[in-house]
């Protein structure tokens, strides 16, 4: 599929061609105080993407600037996530407080040019004299201070002889500028706080606004690639690396966030789930974290093509949890062998066939996919099939079972049911049929054809596994007619049935699957082992998607 350039790409061509720059270097910058999640996910794989593609470099820098929050925890996740993802940073693993030197020595210089004064207002005041949309601001009467003042408290303030809240450096740029980001923005605070990596070295910390761009330079990035929400704030980052004075700028490039429809996404929002105990951790499998989308099965193509597909541009949109589901179908469809489960058994005695014996049947691991190979599965007198796979009184179009009627084993034979037995509720317990033995293989000899073909398990050779079926953690039909994941007082609507778990019987090649083994089971969906609950000879399976859609693929124009 031949694929137009995206805005992105057009830029760097440009860049290249008139010679802004001679090469491409991007980074994923991302805070460690949680876990990433698939919009993160768009963000790595476009800036690392971008450096492969034009030849270039990826770098993989913590923005821990903040002194708050950080917790190693969420730097070795984030590093697992990323490799993961398949972006490699190589050798440029960055931490932002490692500039803390260098980011003083620049704001230094901006107190030297004149373009950086020392204030004593406090946060609130600052806030007052800063005006509005409708307002210009008003000059800090500190505005006019004399450098080698200003040169004094700051030195001071990083000596630490004032309290928090006290002073802070502010750019000197224009209080009635129209971009509020550009009245005498804050540079550095007073915060007697130790750092997770430079400990108590520190009691002043930049800004997120000055510390940036600062990283971004420091470390030779040409194309710095964020989000929408920056868009206003790309005056100040370009100011900032020009009243530095570097020589290759970067530039900033925004697009789109990535959301997705009826599903939390922010980090903030994950956090909660988890902190109230909604989901079993950052990785359970009904999240959209990475660490959950791995556990679930979901692979770094899938979620890969997911984010292509979605597009990269400026404007805002919404995708559709279902096109994600249609990106890992695609991946595992051809590439996992095709296994029999069967998640709600009821037993199929086959009357006219010997009691104890057992055949092994020779079955093809993957029609699609010849290299898959094949195996051979028992078969005999009982078997499991699905509880919904029999009707003793069955409506019109019901193709399986239901007294009379013949239906193909699948491998296996061609069965006509005869009768059930129930249990006092009703419930059917077990069905009784008869087979022909000419059909051996699921093909009759002389031309009859079945309907349906079901899948099966020989009950004596059937292993007992747990599988996990899951569903959107939101309630789709509420949060549909509300138009919001949330209720009036904050609270998702949740869907409880969001997790099921079932005993199921699956065949007995499946005993031993080791963790993230990928299956398709026929007629079920496509399942992954889970590393965490699994034991030896005990898989459990976590279903990753249905084989249902109801997703159209876009049209490429
Ligand atoms: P969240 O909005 O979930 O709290 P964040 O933006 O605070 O995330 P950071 O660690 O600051 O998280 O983000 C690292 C990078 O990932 C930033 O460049 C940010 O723009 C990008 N990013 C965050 N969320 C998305 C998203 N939904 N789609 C695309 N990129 C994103
Ligand atoms: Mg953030």
């Known amino acids: 599929m031949a694929e137009s350039k995206h805005f992105i790409e ?33 963000s790595i794989i476009l800036n690392s993407t971008m450096a492969q593609e034009y030849g270039g470099k990826f770098n993989l820098r913590f923005d821990d600037t903040n002194p708050t929050k950080e917790k190693t925890e969420f730097v070795e996740s984030i590093k697992e996530d990323v490799k993961w993802l398949g972006a490699d940073w190589e050798d440029r693993l960055f931490f ?11 704001a230094e210089k901006l107190i030297l040019k004149g373009v950086a004064y020392v204030s004593d207002l406090t946060a609130e005041e600052i806030k007052q004299y800063r ?122 490039i925004e697009f789109a966030k990535l959301y997705l429809k009826n599903v939390v996404t922010g980090k903030r929002y994950i956090k909660k789930l988890v902190e109230t105990g909604v989901v079993d951790g950052w990785d359970d499998p009904r999240l959209v974290s990475i660490a959950a989308l791995r556990r679930r099965g979901f692979t770094p193509k899938s979620i890969r093509d997911f984010v292509i597909m979605s597009g990269i541009s400026k404007a805002q949109s919404i995708a559709d949890y279902a096109a994600l589901e249609y990106c890992i179908r695609e991946d595992l ?82 069965v006509t049911a005869v009768s059930c037995e129930k249990d006092a509720d009703g419930n059917v317990t077990v069905v009784h049929c008869t087979y022909d033995p000419e059909t051996k293989g699921g093909n009759s000899p002389d031309g009859r054809k079945v309907k349906g073909t079901i899948h099966w398990v020989s009950a004596a050779d059937a292993v007992p596994v747990e599988v996990r079926l899951y569903e959107n953690l939101i309630d789709e039909d509420k949060a549909n007619e509300m138009d919001s994941i949330y209720d009036e007082n904050g609270e998702l609507y949740l869907n409880p049935n969001s997790l099921a778990v079932k005993k199921a019987y699956v065949e007995p090649a499946l005993k031993d699957a080791k963790a993230f ?25 976590n279903r990753i998607v249905s084989l249902k859609s109801s997703f159209v693929l876009p049209k490429q124009d």
């Open 10 to 42: 057009n830029f760097i061509d440009k860049d290249l061609e008139e010679g802004v720059y001679d090469h491409v270097q991007t980074r994923f910058p991302p805070e460690p105080n949680g876990y990433l999640h698939i919009g993160h996910a768009k």
């Open 96 to 106: 932002a407080s490692n500039y803390f030197d260098k980011m003083y020595e620049a």
């Open 131 to 252: 005006g509005d949309y409708n307002t210009p601001g008003k000059n800090d009467p500190s505005r006019d201070r004399s450098v080698e003042e200003n040169l004094q408290m700051f030195r001071d303030m990083k000596a630490g002889k004032y309290a928090d809240g006290e002073k802070t450096l502010r750019a000197k740029i224009d209080m009635a500028s129209p971009n509020i980001n550009m009245r005498d923005p804050i540079i550095y605070r007073v915060a007697h706080m130790t750092h997770h990596n430079t400990g108590d070295k520190w009691c002043i910390y930049p800004m997120y606004d000055f510390a940036h761009p600062l990283e971004d330079a420091f470390e030779g990035i040409t194309h710095s690639l964020c989000t929408l929400e920056f868009e206003d704030h790309r005056p100040l980052y370009d100011w900032f690396v020009k009243e530095v004075g570097f020589e290759m700028p970067p530039r900033q």
């Open 333 to 414: 469809k051809p590439s996992v062998p095709r296994m029999m489960a069967v998640i709600d058994p009821i037993k199929l005695v086959i009357d006219n066939y010997p009691e104890g014996k057992t055949e092994m049947l020779p079955i093809v691991n993957n029609a699609e996919n010849e290299e898959l190979g094949s195996r051979e599965i028992p078969f005999g007198k009982e078997i499991f099939i699905e509880r919904d796979d029999f009707m003793e009184e069955p409506p019109k179009k019901y193709f399986r079972l239901f007294p009379g009627n013949e239906v193909r084993l699948m491998g296996a034979y061609f």
């Open 517 to 541: 083994d990928r299956f398709q089971f026929v007629r079920q969906g496509f399942f992954c082992v889970d590393y965490k609950d699994s034991k030896e000879g005990a898989p459990v399976f």
